[in-house]
């Protein structure tokens, strides 16, 4: 089977740090993506994690550990901006491994 | 340089009506996706491309049709509109190396009564 577990809600402080899990479970495992998504929007691309460790861009850090199907995305600093939802994603198996499968997301709520 | 762009934004229809969904990409992607999002759930895939003139059955096709009209262009057609297809549809890009970096329009919000 395949499967992605996420929590559904995280609630942080503006200005603290928010780890937002992600366990994966899949036959083919080529890496772990993270979309971020303001209510009303598009999903946007935040990051890709193919090899395990940790990849920063900016305020947002992806980490990965293969061997424990299993990562985060970390948000550091946070601004009210950052109050959306988070997707991980991985290779669709099921269809072949040229799209996506994507979990049910974690809202974010950030307050002051 | 627009991205994904898709009409219309906003569909209301009647059961049974049936609609053509438009999106197109100006970054000269091989890859196009079309996604349904309902409240509360993650993206879930109708059809893809892989590129032009190829299309493939998603998590769940059934009701839909699909065309890659050219290599800028991907059209979600809906046959016999039902109530269970009122969704968000999001239309995606992504280049060549792979599908994890994708594209998103900007949506369009479908209601049938």
């Known amino acids: 089977g395949q499967s992605l577990e996420q929590p559904s809600e995280v609630t942080a402080v503006e200005g603290a740090i928010v780890q937002i899990n992600c366990t994966y479970q899949t036959s083919g495992f080529y890496g772990l993506s993270w979309y971020q998504q303001h209510d009303g929007g598009a999903p946007t691309f935040l990051s890709y994690?193919?090899?395990?460790g940790l990849e920063e861009t900016g305020r947002f850090s992806s980490f990965l550990s293969r061997s424990d199907s299993y990562g985060y995305l970390l948000l550091q600093e946070l601004q009210m901006k950052d109050s959306a939802s988070y997707f991980c994603?991985?290779?669709?198996?099921?269809?072949?491994?040229?799209?996506?499968?994507f979990g049910t997301g974690t809202r974010l709520t950030v307050i002051p | 340089n627009a991205g994904v762009t898709q009409t219309p934004k906003f569909q209301v229809l009647k059961t049974g009506q049936s609609m053509t969904l438009q999106c197109a990409q100006d970054m000269n992607h091989n890859s196009m996706y079309w996604y349904r999002q309902d409240p509360g759930m993650g993206l879930r895939l109708i059809y893809y491309?892989?590129?032009?003139?190829?299309?493939d059955k998603g998590e769940v096709p059934n009701g839909y049709n699909v065309s890659r009209l050219n290599k800028r262009e991907f059209s979600l057609r809906l046959e016999s509109a039902a109530p269970s297809q009122t969704s968000v549809y999001f239309c995606a890009s992504t280049p060549a190396r792979g599908p994890e970096t994708q594209y998103f329009g900007p949506g369009t919000r479908l209601l049938v009564l």
């Open positions: 491309s892989a590129s032009e003139g190829t299309t």
């Open positions: 994690n193919a090899l395990d």
């Open positions: 994603a991985v290779r669709d198996i099921r269809t072949g491994a040229n799209n996506l499968f």
